[in-house]
């Protein structure tokens, strides 16, 4: 029988180089520890160089000496670059923006998902490449099309347009029940039938915000309906392997697909992550993907399939890793529930667009920082073996959904500085900061298991999401709510009564009026002990209903009236934030809160030092992770054992600077103490 272990690779993308470097690579690859690599990505146009003429000599000799070597295969579908045959031949497949611009063929990704060309097409070549690879030993995975969403999330074209009415008649059965959700009485956008419907093209001022809320979904449907034609091949004709679609679910990097969606229908969740380099901790927004991911994932293991080695090169300025931050961000996505780390790529490419994105093998070759940490870090992940088939353990919950986001995004909200990835953002920096691992859950999941829930942002919250929120909170759950939440249905339209309309019973408050801020303008809270905390962008005139205010506004419009507000509800407590706080202005708050729901707080570990739990049948694994430039010491629950020395650690961790010790832990039960 196999022994688990976790993956370790990259993307490999052999075509760019002469098949002597073949050799070469796999040498290095075995030299690395390199277990899985994913090919054949981009490499429709050399498979099916001409309609319907395949060339798969040199994609067999590739996979057959990858598998000589024992290394594994993640085999892509190559439908996210159609040949330009395929465009010459079918010019309308090339997507169309808003405003009517058709974009053309020299990039990558530039489908229109609705084309039925494109839909034929990919499907033959996915059918081939299931028949010659399907029966292959080397072939782990399969791979299909490339980060679905990005760079193009939508088609504006008559295909589109086509494809949005039938897609509008099986949710609505008919246009009158269309009108009524996007209420198309005002300014007299009534529409006799469906035939009259087109997408939300460019218009002289603001659109209808339904339709275009309505067509953020329809768009995201349609990637999914390709990907599902896909698998469903691939199930059919190489039935028992597993069927993946790489995501990026980072907030920082895309904000276009239902990513709750799309994780019930791959058999593998895999993400891509990159460091976004805008001056904030990196590190946290790294933890905060590797949550989500999981968590998109029901809390089972998943893959990180791309991340890199160093910089990237497709980002305003992009700084070069530093020393052992290669193997501290990849052992982060591990403790955080990926079964291994890939990277893009393997070998730096000499040509095209990503010459200057950093590999596994760098321009350099292997006297370089790069390469030595690479092997480093394969011997590593090959000793962590035994944490593979683990779960991470999480202390808390927060509330996100992709429908809320996109609604939130249209035009003409009260204010343009209220964002809900940047209230996501803080509001889990400000948990990463009370060293408490977070599960994303959707509004409407069970919410039975954590003893605090925080809603950073949600503004569309339906009657289910309404109800499950008094639900959890009645049963002795504690929930934090932020500002501008359950304002409007799944419609977007706004909930009758008064705001915040599907969580005024449980906050126990109700909103007169919203009071944005003026750029560079702040307020003023003073709360218990005479603490003082400073907000911007947002105010409300809140009204308690129930709800004691804990922190009130000392300046502004809003002076006097409740800021934040505790409510006892039931046999639980729900808070309310009504104004834009920091992480650091937050964690008062948060500290209340988790109070009220028995989170003990971790003043024995430093700030920017994470300790991360994953457990399983192979025992209880704890993750110390040192992002400063300081030794760091970890309290120990349990004594225990390093994997792979063998060397017994209790009582006190000592964590090198900007580095990473794993302890299996004795006592499989002291992570939960």
């Given at each position: 029988m196999t022994q688990p272990r976790l993956a370790f690779g990259g993307d490999y993308n052999p075509e760019q180089w002469p098949e002597a470097v073949w050799h070469e690579d796999v040498r290095l690859m075995r030299e690395a520890g390199v277990t899985m690599v994913s090919v054949g990505i981009f490499s429709w146009a050399l498979l099916e160089p001409t309609p319907g003429v395949h060339e798969f000599g040199w994609l067999d000799r590739v996979v057959e000496l990858l598998h000589e070597n024992?290394?594994?295969?993640?085999?892509?579908?190559?439908?996210?670059?159609?040949?330009?045959?395929?465009?010459?031949?079918?010019?309308?497949?090339?997507?169309?923006?808003?405003?009517?611009?058709?974009?053309?063929?020299?990039?990558?990704?530039?489908?229109?998902?609705?084309?039925?060309?494109?839909?034929?097409?990919?499907?033959?070549?996915t059918e081939q490449l299931a028949r010659r690879y399907g029966g292959h030993e080397a072939v782990r995975l399969w791979h299909v099309h490339n980060e679905y969403g990005v760079p193009v999330s939508a088609c504006y074209c008559e295909s589109c347009a086509a494809h949005f009415r039938r897609w509008l008649t099986a949710t609505y059965g008919t246009v009158e029940q269309v009108n009524h959700a996007w209420g198309t009485a005002f300014w007299g956008q009534t529409y006799a039938s469906f035939a009259e419907i087109d997408p939300p093209r460019t218009t002289p001022t603001v659109g209808n915000p339904a339709q275009q809320l309505d067509y953020r979904r329809f768009a995201d449907a349609t990637l999914r309906e390709n990907f599902v034609r896909e698998r469903d091949i691939l199930h059919r004709l190489a039935p028992g392997i597993p069927v993946t679609t790489n995501f990026m679910t980072a907030l920082s990097q895309c904000d276009s697909l239902d990513y709750w969606a799309w994780g019930r229908e791959v058999d593998l969740v895999t993400n891509d992550h990159y460091l976004i380099t805008d001056g904030r901790r990196t590190h946290v927004n790294l933890a905060m993907a590797a949550d989500l991911t999981r968590s998109v994932a029901g809390g089972a293991p998943w893959l990180l399939l791309e991340h890199s080695t160093s910089g990237v090169n497709w980002q305003p300025r992009n700084p070069a890793k530093a020393?052992?931050?290669?193997?501290?961000?990849?052992?982060?996505?591990?403790?955080?529930?990926?079964?291994?780390?890939?990277?893009?790529?393997?070998?730096?490419?000499?040509?095209?667009?990503?010459?200057?994105?950093?590999?596994?093998?760098?321009?350099?070759?292997?006297?370089?920082?790069?390469?030595?940490?690479?092997?480093?870090?394969?011997?590593?992940?090959?000793?962590?073996?035994?944490?593979?088939?683990?779960?991470?353990?999480?202390?808390?919950?927060?509330?996100?959904?992709?429908?809320?986001?996109?609604?939130?995004?249209?035009q003409w909200r009260p204010s343009e500085d209220l964002d809900a990835r940047e209230r996501a953002d803080t509001f889990y920096e400000a948990l990463y900061d009370r060293h408490l691992t977070v599960d994303f859950a959707h509004p409407e999941a069970d919410l039975s298991a954590y003893p605090l829930v925080v809603v950073p942002a949600l503004y569309l919250a339906t009657e289910a999401a309404a109800l499950n929120a008094r639900d959890y909170v009645e049963n002795g759950g504690t929930l934090v709510v932020s500002c501008f939440s359950g304002i409007v249905d799944e419609h977007d339209a706004v909930h009758e009564g008064p705001y915040p309309g599907a969580f005024r019973d449980v906050l126990g408050l109700t909103v007169e009026e919203f009071s944005p801020l003026l750029a560079g303008e702040t307020v003023r809270l003073r709360g218990p002990g005479d603490a003082e905390i400073t907000g911007d962008v947002w105010t409300e005139f809140v009204v308690p209903r129930g709800a004691e205010p804990v922190w009130r506004y000392e300046d502004g419009l809003a002076a006097g009236l409740p800021a934040v507000t505790r409510h006892r509800y039931g046999r639980g407590t729900a808070w309310y934030v009504s104004t834009r706080l920091s992480a650091a202005g937050l964690a008062p708050v948060l500290a209340a809160a988790g109070?009220?729901?028995?989170?003990?707080?971790?003043?024995?570990?430093?700030?920017?030092?994470?300790?991360?739990?994953?457990?399983?049948?192979?025992?209880?694994?704890?993750?110390?992770?040192?992002?400063?430039?300081?030794?760091?010491?970890?309290?120990?629950?349990?004594p225990g054992t390093e994997p792979g020395s063998g060397r017994s650690v209790a009582g006190t961790l000592v964590v090198p600077a900007g580095g990473v010790r794993v302890v299996r832990l004795d006592d499989p039960c002291a992570a939960d103490r």
């Open positions: 024992g290394i594994a295969v993640d085999l892509g579908t190559p439908t996210v670059a159609p040949p330009k045959w395929f465009y010459d031949q079918n010019p309308d497949a090339l997507p169309v923006t808003a405003d009517g611009t058709r974009l053309n063929f020299g990039s990558r990704g530039a489908i229109c998902h609705s084309n039925r060309a494109y839909r034929e097409a990919s499907s033959r070549i020393p052992g931050q290669l193997a501290r961000n990849s052992l982060g996505h591990v403790a955080r529930g990926s079964e291994g780390a890939l990277f893009f790529q393997w070998r730096q490419s000499r040509r095209g667009a990503e010459k200057f994105h950093s590999a596994m093998l760098p321009h350099g070759g292997t006297d370089t920082k790069i390469w030595r940490e690479v092997c480093e870090l394969g011997s590593t992940i090959a000793e962590l073996a035994p944490v593979a088939g683990t779960r991470t353990v999480a202390d808390a919950a927060l509330l996100w959904d992709w429908h809320s986001w996109w609604a939130q995004g249209l109070a009220d729901a028995g989170l003990a707080p971790r003043p024995d570990l430093p700030r920017d030092v994470e300790a991360v739990t994953r457990t399983g049948e192979s025992g209880t694994y704890l993750f110390a992770i040192n992002h400063t430039p300081d030794e760091a010491k970890v309290p120990l629950p349990a």
